[in-house]
């Protein structure tokens, strides 16, 4: 029988997210547009890591790419252990449903479901037997369990974001993304959202990945990436390390 060797290392774990040499070319009256130029990225599971850049720096598509709500031209892209690269519509439904959260800029709910409806959609499609009493227990963790039965109309855009939190989280996600979640609230607000945010994934011991603008969101970060023209900014990232 084969046995371990002495002092052998321990395996390596893979990271949640590994991109390499992706490409993301879009088509436009003037001709091919790059978006991203050879993006490789490796992010480690727990990690908290903030994409900043210009806008049109390609920030959002990188975010949409690990989503798998974007395509890449060419490229390997592994995100919690699928290769998105091969999977089909149904398939890459199915990878999001399961093992990624996200939450989105101007918030997308739906304005005819209440807000626990709206946390619970996500809980019904997978055939959750209790979705809406999943639901109930993810909007009092948000602090809006007054709020359960009124219509995105209804509630402030700092309430709309926190529905839209609980909603990402409804599956026990083991990463999630945010793109600009502060992007479309106060100052207060956003930091109200953004501690909220970095809690939830703290007791989840989940993976968070977000794009902003805002340099305090970056801050909170573990990890800050810099984009510029549709690359990584591998220099400004090893000077943020330092």
Known sequence: MPTASIGAAPPVPQPIVALENVR??????????????????HVEAGQSLAIVGPSGSGKTSLLMIMAGLERATSGDVRVVGHDLTVLDEDNLALARGADIGIVFQSFH??????????????????????????????????????RVDHFPAQL?????????????????????????????????????????????QRRRDATLILVTHDQRVAMACRRTI????????NAAEALAAS
């Open 24 to 41: 993301l070319t879009l088509t436009s009256r003037a001709g091919p547009v790059e978006i991203l130029r050879n993006v490789s990225l």
């Open 109 to 146: 709910l739906v304005p005819t479901m209440t807000a626990l409806e709206n946390v619970a959609l996500p809980l019904e499609f997978a055939g959750t037997s209790n979705a809406f009493e999943i639901a109930r227990e993810l909007l009092d963790e948000v602090g809006l369990l007054p």
């Open 156 to 200: 402030s855009g700092g309430e709309q974001q926190r529905v839209a939190i609980a909603r990402a989280l409804s599956r026990q996600p083991k990463l999630i993304l945010a793109d600009e979640p502060t992007g479309n609230l106060d100052s207060n607000t956003g930091k109200y959202v953004v501690d909220l945010l970095f809690g939830l």
């Open 226 to 233: 810099h984009m510029a023209d549709g690359r990584i900014n």
